[in-house]
């Protein structure tokens, strides 16, 4: 049986319902990561805090990014159910508390606990995934994955832009409370796993010291030049005492039983490639999904609605290149072919946009997004299922967290980087964010620094080894612990 008939059997056996259940629970994530971007003027209008705004993206992000590593210990440890459950349910009240946030610091708290909810669904729906299909049936279920993607494309931002025209940005947060409790019983009833116990060692101290030291680190870049000036002993002090945290984070990794990021990870060569991929995915993805609304919105006074619908061109884009990414490029040519392809487009797709950002446009905006996001499905996918598929169960929940872990983390990062640079072209214009000329000039910033990511993250992929999807299947039966059944 060939391996796409074999991927077709798969799909249609008993594991059919659990792949639905991980498809809502992906819709959570899918929705979230386009339909706030297009309500970002609109909440500013209402609460305030333009300088302040990138939180909303960097706080979600940094909680998501260092919760990954957590909960992908202790999957490997009690198993993917209850942290699946766990993540919904945080994202649930996480939600809740978002609608009914009543001003900007209030909202980026209420986030912070979205981004916990996050990180846990995220990681846990590819685990799960990568547990209950081969490498071969894999490339057709992330075509079913994809397609949550491609529908939250257009679903996201229409949806952000239509309650921000009506003045209900407050029901982009509402919207997500049908769908966790969805998300959360098709869970429950449909996915049933069986878990080796053994002793647990859960690294707290790790977990600290990456959330305190990120957090300060974000803070320096985030608020130097507004809160105080760059070079001013506070700025100073923020900044070492971050890096001083980090360094103890690493001596902490050496030492713990269970590491929640295993420095084993980036020794191995397949592994360690694929973590700095994702970190450049992450810090070009939010480059565009934050600005690039924002961007159209103020640069050419076009509607939330059409802002959102120019960004949905990047995050169609995505699902499109990734349901085919198996069936014609990494199962034929090989993963490290697959991914440069696409970093060639990515680079293409932000070059265009950072040399023509001067010249606003929603076509030029939408095509070159488009270009970038077909590079980024090609880079992003293909490059984690190899990273999956050279380890086995009980490493699988940890490569696959890192991963996630370094997406988040440079989508953090990112964020904090790129609102920097935006806020000080803004105060360096003398003029208000939403002057058209202020915001041409912040946005060509941006995107001049999603193109300097790009071209970083090229090099990843040329250090990526040679490895075929056939081979890496070999490697990835169970090692210590039992699969997951339905």
Not at 58 to 77: C, F
Request: proline share 5%; aromatic share 8%.
């Amino acid at each position: 049986m060939s391996p796409s008939s074999r991927a077709a059997v798969g799909l249609r056996s008993e594991r059919g319902p659990i792949l639905l259940a991980l498809m809502v629970s992906t819709g959570l994530i899918a929705i979230d990561a386009t339909i706030l971007a297009t309500a970002v003027p609109s909440i500013v209008r209402d609460v305030g805090g333009f300088a302040q705004f990138p939180w909303l993206f960097s706080v979600y992000l940094l909680a998501q990014a260092v919760s990954v590593p957590v909960y992908a210990k202790l999957a490997d440890v009690v198993g993917r159910k209850p942290i699946m459950l766990l993540g919904i349910g945080l994202f649930l009240v996480g939600s809740v508390l978002c609608g009914l946030a009543w001003s900007m610091p209030a909202l980026i708290a209420f986030r912070a606990v979205q981004g916990l909810g996050a990180g846990a669904v995220q990681p846990m729906a590819i685990t799960i995934a990568g547990d209950i299909y081969s490498v071969a049936e894999r490339a057709a279920a992330q075509g079913y994955i994809a397609s949550v993607w491609a529908v939250s494309s257009v679903v996201g931002p229409t949806l952000g832009g239509v309650f921000s025209q009506l003045g209900l940005w407050r029901w982009i947060f509402l919207v997500n409370v049908p769908v966790c409790l969805l998300a959360g019983v098709l869970i429950l009833r449909n996915f049933r796993e069986t878990v080796q116990r053994r002793e647990q060692h859960i690294d707290y101290l790790g977990a600290v010291l990456l959330t305190s030291g990120m957090s300060l680190l974000l803070l320096g870049v985030l608020e130097g030049g507004q809160a105080w000036a760059w070079g001013s002993a506070v700025s100073i002090a923020v900044f070492a005492g971050g890096a001083t945290l980090l360094v103890a984070f690493v001596f902490a990794e050496r030492r713990a039983v269970e590491p929640i990021l295993p420095l084993w990870v980036f020794s191995r060569r397949l592994l360690a490639t694929t973590t700095f991929l994702a970190l450049g995915i992450g810090v070009m993805l939010i480059g565009l999904a934050s600005y690039v609304p924002t961007y159209l919105e103020n640069a050419l006074g076009v509607s939330p609605l059409v802002a959102g619908l120019a960004l949905a061109a990047l995050t169609l884009g995505w699902p499109l290149a990734a349901s085919v990414s198996g069936r014609l490029f990494y199962l034929r040519l090989g993963f490290r072919p697959t991914v440069l392809i696409g970093l060639g487009l990515v680079v293409a797709g932000t070059g265009a946009l950072a040399l023509l950002a001067h010249r606003p446009s929603v076509a030029i905006v939408a095509v070159t997004c488009f270009v970038t996001g077909l590079g980024m499905g090609l880079v992003a996918t293909p490059s984690l299922i190899a990273a999956q598929a050279s380890v086995g169960w009980d490493e699988r929940g940890v490569a696959t967290g890192t991963n996630m872990f370094a997406r988040s983390l440079g989508s953090a990062v990112g964020a904090a980087v790129l609102g920097a640079v935006a806020n000080g072209v803004v105060a360096a214009s003398g003029r208000p964010e939403t002057d058209p000329t202020a915001a041409t000039a912040s946005g060509a910033a941006v995107f001049f620094g999603v193109l300097v990511a790009a071209l970083l993250t090229v090099v990843a992929g040329l250090l990526m080894p040679k490895v075929r999807a056939q081979v890496e299947e070999k490697k990835a039966e169970p090692t210590g612990a039992e699969t997951a059944s339905a």
